[in-house]
């Protein structure tokens, strides 16, 4: 099966410009998550969704940062305007029906630079 | 509050030669305690996975051990290859089942 996509793989833009990333999950998995992953650390959870609902956005810095999921498919993670400090990874994971122990599959990530 | 801590952050070892990498954790209540490998560039991959009941399981030249008592985990690699040049991360999670928490990763560099 095809695994979680994402897009671009790499962006760099000036701080206070705004950036879209794009995900789309193996098919069939309701669950959707956005992590970042600052160099030499772990990921930490953006956000969670539930097919098209937010189940856990407590650690999403809301005043820059959105996302959404319309139609419960693929998923885009928005930040406006940019930060320096906002470098980092972006990974998006998927867990479905076929996920033991709810595994969860990550995409390849988008390694954005804010000069 | 849960945490996921890990040791060395780095390393560097011979290609052929064995190592280990240590995790310790404060989640609870715990679910189970996966190892993932992500190679530089890409996402994490899964190599293992234990649940409470569980004190070790191998993956090729991975074995990864498990102590619930004292909150503690490891991962051999054995003969190491070149192609085990990666960072390694600890993942818990908790009794909900798919709410983790990250280790910061061991960075492995095999050198030949």
């Known amino acids: 099966e095809a695994g979680v996509a994402q897009s671009p793989r790499y962006k760099i833009i000036e701080k206070r410009q705004s950036v879209a990333f794009w995900c789309n999950p193996i098919?069939?998995?309701?669950?959707l998550y956005w992590y970042q992953q600052i160099l030499g650390q772990g990921p930490k959870l953006l956000i969670q969704?539930?097919?098209?609902?937010?189940?856990?956005d407590s650690q999403l810095p809301k005043d820059r940062f959105s996302a959404e999921r319309l139609k419960g498919v693929d998923s885009t993670l928005k930040i406006q305007p940019a930060k320096l400090e906002d470098s980092a990874v972006y990974l998006c994971a998927s867990i479905g029906p076929g996920s033991s122990y709810n595994e969860q599959f990550f995409g390849p990530g988008t390694r954005l630079t804010v000069l | 509050k849960n945490q996921v801590e890990q040791s060395p952050q780095s390393l560097i070892i011979l290609e052929g030669k064995n190592c280990t990498l240590q995790?310790?954790?404060?989640?609870?209540?715990?679910?189970?305690l996966r190892w993932y490998k992500q190679d530089t560039g890409r996402g994490p991959v899964s190599l293992t996975i234990m649940t409470f009941s569980e004190n070790t399981k191998s993956n090729g030249r991975y074995t990864a051990t498990l102590d619930a008592d004292t909150k503690q985990s490891s991962l051999h690699i054995t003969a190491s290859q070149l192609s085990d040049s990666a960072s390694y991360i600890c993942?818990?999670?908790?009794?909900?089942?798919?709410?983790?928490?990250f280790g910061g990763g061991t960075r492995v560099l095999v050198k030949p």
């Open positions: 995790c310790n954790y404060t989640v609870s209540p715990f679910s189970n």
């Open positions: 098919s069939g998995h309701a669950t």
């Open positions: 969704f539930q097919n098209n609902g937010v189940v856990d």
């Open positions: 993942v818990v999670s908790g009794a909900a089942g798919n709410k983790l928490t």
